[in-house]
């Protein structure tokens, strides 16, 4: 299967074949996949020359523990049509990806995966998470005081200018796990609310100072229920603010908040803990490394300590051995013949990193090896983040 790049004359028939192999129309919106960067994109050719496979990356940015930025590829637009498939094209379009960004010079690429069966081969692992809370508006009351302060004021979508992407660019800088979201994104509408256009109310909060410093983005979808696409705080006391508005929204009987990170504190914060109901629990951002050494060593670490990590890389033919040491927060990655701490894939690898993924449990589930009894809840410790790392940027 022959892959060759996208010209920027070719965006009709990329987003064409992309959609067929989504059993697609037109119909979509045109904005959905209007910040494809040009120069990005691949086509997997047929025998007799036509497009039959498409896949393309985004230029994004990535904040790991510790709040580093890292220029990351977002892989994106994957699809084979039907008539195509299982014949490698796929397989043909990620080993050309992969090789392209290393050439960039990248250490990790993500991408967010229609079906948890196709990335793990490619050396992509589960390690970001999200689920939806479903709060019952009457049982909602809080058991905890109102700790912040400012004001919160309701515009629409159309009416935000760039609230939303100034505000939007200082949360996902100290949150790990949150992809920068490019300007041209913004400008083209594209995408999901509430960076797509498309009819949403925002309740914009503001700090004694007027300056904004959380949004919410919701709309009414059923004849009593608020779905809210994200809120977006510089901290928790913000978001819960923005979270209190909307509970106390008349003539509504439930809120659903559609993407939580695991550590969210609202149903600690209830009086009734049962009022707001988890659902929706579901991995979101996808992590793959691409050179192991540099992506260890640019994270930031919280706890002092060593392991020795056995890589298998299949997808890339690869296979390394890693001293990993920690010592005030830096770290070091060296070669080492020493016996392994821990055993495991590339896609096991990128599910640990930014601390979303539990090592031990890993250990447990029998994807790790473990060289000794403690090496799993050594690696626990190792890897934490500062706080779960979460992603809620569709693309
Ligand atoms: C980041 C994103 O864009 S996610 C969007 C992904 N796209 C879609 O879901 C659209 C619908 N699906 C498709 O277009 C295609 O089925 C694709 C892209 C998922 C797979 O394309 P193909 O060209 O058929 O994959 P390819 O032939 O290279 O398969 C490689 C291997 O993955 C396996 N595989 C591929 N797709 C799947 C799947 N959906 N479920 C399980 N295994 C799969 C194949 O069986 C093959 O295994 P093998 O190496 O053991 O033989």
């Given at each position: 299967?022959?892959i060759?790049?996208?010209?920027?004359?070719?965006?009709?028939?990329?987003?064409?074949?992309?959609?067929?192999?989504?059993?697609?129309?037109?119909?979509?919106?045109?904005?959905?996949?209007?910040?494809?960067?040009e120069d990005?994109?691949?086509?997997?050719?047929?025998?007799?020359?036509?497009?039959?496979?498409?896949?393309?990356?985004?230029?994004?940015?990535?904040?790991?523990?510790?709040?580093?930025?890292?220029?990351?590829?977002?892989?994106?637009a994957?699809?084979?049509?039907?008539?195509?498939?299982?014949?490698?094209?796929?397989?043909?379009?990620?080993?050309?990806?992969?090789?392209?960004?290393?050439?960039?010079?990248?250490?990790?690429?993500?991408?967010?995966?229609?079906?948890?069966?196709?990335?793990?081969?490619?050396?992509?692992?589960?390690?970001?998470?999200?689920?939806?809370?479903?709060?019952?508006?009457?049982?909602?009351?809080f058991?905890?005081?109102?700790?912040?302060?400012?004001?919160?004021?309701?515009?629409?979508?159309?009416?935000?200018?760039?609230?939303?992407?100034?505000?939007?660019?200082?949360y996902?800088?100290?949150?790990?796990?949150?992809?920068?979201?490019?300007?041209?994104?913004?400008?083209?509408?594209?995408?999901?609310?509430?960076?797509?256009?498309?009819?949403?109310?925002?309740?914009?909060?503001?700090?004694?100072?007027?300056?904004?410093?959380?949004?919410?983005?919701?709309?009414?979808?059923?004849?009593?229920?608020?779905?809210?696409?994200?809120?977006?705080?510089?901290?928790?006391a913000?978001?819960?603010?923005?979270?209190?508005?909307?509970?106390?929204?008349?003539?509504?009987?439930?809120?659903?908040f559609?993407?939580?990170?695991?550590?969210?504190?609202?149903?600690?914060?209830?009086?009734?803990?049962?009022?707001?109901?988890?659902?929706?629990?579901?991995?979101?951002?996808?992590?793959?490394?691409?050179?192991?050494p540099r992506?260890?060593?640019?994270?930031?670490?919280?706890?002092?300590?060593?392991?020795?990590?056995?890589?298998?890389?299949?997808?890339l033919?690869?296979h390394?051995?890693?001293?990993?040491?920690?010592?005030?927060?830096?770290?070091?990655?060296?070669?080492?013949?020493r016996?392994?701490?821990?055993?495991?894939?590339?896609s096991?690898?990128?599910?640990?990193?930014?601390?979303?993924?539990?090592?031990?449990?890993?250990?447990?589930?029998?994807?790790?090896?473990?060289?000794?009894?403690?090496?799993?809840?050594?690696?626990?410790?190792?890897?934490?983040?500062?706080?779960?790392?979460?992603?809620?940027?569709?693309?």
């Amino acid at each position: 299967m022959q892959i060759r790049p996208t010209t920027g004359e070719e965006f009709d028939v990329f987003v064409d074949t992309l959609h067929a192999a989504f059993a697609r129309f037109p119909e979509t919106p045109a904005t959905l996949w209007s910040a494809l960067e040009e120069d990005r994109g691949l086509f997997a050719m047929s025998e007799d020359g036509r497009p039959v496979g498409t896949a393309a990356a985004y230029s994004f940015e990535l904040t790991l523990p510790g709040e580093t930025v890292i220029p990351v590829s977002g892989v994106t637009a994957v699809g084979v049509l039907p008539s195509h498939r299982r014949r490698g094209a796929l397989s043909a379009m990620m080993r050309r990806q992969l090789a392209d960004f290393r050439a960039r010079g990248e250490f990790l690429s993500v991408l967010l995966a229609s079906e948890a069966l196709i990335y793990r081969r490619f050396g992509y692992g589960p390690a970001t998470y999200t689920h939806r809370l479903t709060v019952q508006r009457h049982q909602a009351a809080f058991a905890v005081p109102r700790t912040a302060s400012g004001s919160i004021e309701l515009l629409r979508r159309s009416d935000c200018g760039e609230i939303l992407e100034e505000v939007y660019d200082r949360y996902r800088r100290a949150r790990p796990g949150a992809l920068s979201r490019p300007h041209r994104w913004w400008a083209e509408g594209a995408g999901q609310s509430p960076i797509s256009t498309a009819p949403r109310y925002i309740a914009v909060h503001r700090d004694a100072d007027d300056v904004p410093d959380g949004y919410a983005c919701y709309s009414h979808t059923a004849p009593s229920t608020l779905t809210v696409d994200e809120i977006i705080a510089a901290d928790d006391a913000v978001s819960t603010a923005l979270a209190r508005f909307l509970l106390e929204h008349d003539l509504i009987t439930e809120v659903v908040f559609k993407h939580c990170p695991p550590d969210h504190p609202l149903r600690w914060q209830l009086e009734d803990f049962r009022a707001g109901e988890v659902s929706g629990d579901t991995d979101w951002l996808w992590v793959r490394l691409l050179d192991i050494p540099r992506a260890l060593t640019a994270r930031g670490w919280f706890t002092d300590g060593e392991l020795v990590l056995d890589v298998e890389d299949p997808a890339l033919g690869e296979h390394g051995r890693y001293l990993l040491t920690v010592r005030g927060g830096e770290a070091t990655c060296v070669p080492t013949d020493r016996e392994p701490d821990l055993s495991l894939d590339a896609s096991d690898l990128g599910s640990i990193y930014l601390g979303g993924t539990l090592p031990s449990k890993l250990v447990r589930a029998g994807r790790v090896r473990a060289g000794h009894p403690d090496a799993g809840v050594l690696a626990d410790a190792l890897f934490r983040a500062e706080r779960s790392p979460h992603c809620l940027h569709w693309f």
